[in-house]
């Protein structure tokens, strides 16, 4: 993650939590230093009592302690490889003081403090000298008042991927679980979109599902599929709100890259052309790389959904800010070049709030993550429900 939040005050509560998130986020992004990792950790008066004593020999609490990674007492600086700029320590006792002296927000006091932090970071001191303190100064007020102005042109939302709950179902061939029951309690939940992959060789999802699917979805039906012909038509017969297609091969246990547009550029704009024909948009399913989104473009296809699958099994931090690059940079260019852009694949609660921030994401499709939760949220209640039935013959 770009951004790593480290509570250690029990005041600090999960929406300034992510407040503070998307600040950092937009700060670094601001400053030019997005690539750079940044922790922050919202602490008490008395742990940073402790540190300004330890590292500035400094008597008392203080508000923000900025620790660059790199300190070697240079000005900015000027590598934009992927690394750790350093650590912010902020006082969250300090913040609510002082946002309740200026009759301020603790989040807008709180963008003060990272705001600042970061400039420490980046090498401005208003210790320094005068000049230097109407330096910082300004760039503060530059850096707040473009926060403040930051108003997200596209809000993200959730389509949930059932494919899984038709998984368990096919295990043992009966009709439980239903994924089409499944639809139904995530757009009550709040899912803007429903995805099912309707794969040739039927493992999970089945005709029968996406038919029902077409008729009780009340949000927008996605239909995830390979560029065969007997799907295609398929496609065409029950007309979804979106087709997105994938590459497909028989042997994996789920979609593993992205489509090669490129090399198959021909075929793929003839389904695009067919289901224009049928008035259903087309997104293609492409790993984050120019050369596939602008052949994506060149193809007609509506939207693009950006795999995150590498991003999100990334093995160690320094590749996942690689991988987040990439896809930072992807959505961008796909949406400079006028295509809509969705995101999805091993996407879970720790990995998707940074993708979820970027501009111009508007899906995020989410499946296993989801469902895998379901069923520890879920499994007390199940429990506790077959209890009742074995102990007192009966659930009521
Ligand atoms: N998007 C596409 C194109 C997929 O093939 C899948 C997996 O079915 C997903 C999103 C959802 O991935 P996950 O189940 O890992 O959330």
């Known amino acids: 993650m770009p951004v790593e939040l480290i509570k250690q005050h029990s005041g600090v509560n999960d929406s300034e939590l992510s407040h503070c998130r998307r600040s950092s986020l937009l700060i670094l992004r601001l400053c030019a230093v997005s690539q750079q990792h940044l922790n922050i950790v919202l602490t ?12 500035r020999s400094k008597d008392g609490a203080t508000n923000v302690l900025s620790f660059p990674f790199n300190d070697s007492g240079d000005s900015f600086i000027d590598s934009l490889s ?34 600042h932090g970061v400039l420490h970071l980046l090498g401005y001191d208003h210790e320094r000298s005068a000049r230097d303190a109407d330096i910082m100064f300004d760039k503060e007020t530059e850096l707040l008042s473009e926060l ?38 995530c757009e009550l939940a709040g899912a803007k979109g429903i995805v099912v992959h309707l794969r040739e060789d039927r493992r999970h999802i089945q005709d029968r599902d996406v038919r029902i699917l077409r008729e009780t979805v009340k949000t927008k039906l996605n ?15 029950i007309k979804p709100d979106l087709v997105t297609l994938v590459p497909e091969k028989r042997q994996e246990l789920t979609t593993e890259g992205g489509l090669d547009v490129v090399s198959q550029k021909k075929k793929l704009a003839k389904t695009i052309v067919k289901m224009d024909k049928a008035s259903i948009p087309v997104s293609l399913f492409i790993d984050p790389k120019s050369s596939q989104i602008k052949a994506a473009k060149d193809i007609g296809a509506t939207f693009v959904e950006l795999h995150t699958g590498r ?14 690059e ?43 993550a989801i469902i895998s939760r379901a069923v520890f949220s879920g499994l007390d209640l199940a429990v506790r429900d077959m209890c009742a039935i074995v102990e007192n013959g009966s659930l009521y």
């Open 44 to 55: 008490t008066d008395s742990d940073i009592a402790e540190l300004n004593r330890r590292y």
């Open 82 to 115: 992927p690394q750790t700029l350093g650590d912010i320590v902020i006082s969250y006792d300090h913040a609510v003081a002082e946002a309740r002296k200026l009759s301020c927000s603790t989040e807008q006091r709180l963008d003060w403090l990272i705001v």
């Open 148 to 185: 403040k102005n930051y108003r997200r042109f596209i809000m993200p939302h959730l389509a949930v991927n059932v494919d899984h709950v038709a998984t368990i179902r096919q295990a043992r061939g009966i009709d439980d679980p239903d994924p089409v029951a499944a639809a139904a309690v």
């Open 223 to 237: 239909l995830e599929m390979g560029a065969a012909k007997e799907i295609i038509s398929f496609a065409l017969d």
């Open 311 to 324: 991003y999100a099994e990334a093995a160690d931090e320094a590749q996942q800010f690689e991988e987040f």
């Open 326 to 368: 990439m896809i930072r940079t992807s959505a961008e260019e796909a949406h400079l070049l006028g295509l809509r852009v969705n995101a999805g694949h091993g996407l879970n609660y720790f990995n998707t709030s940074a993708i979820a921030l970027l501009d111009p994401i508007e899906e995020l499709s989410i499946g296993h």
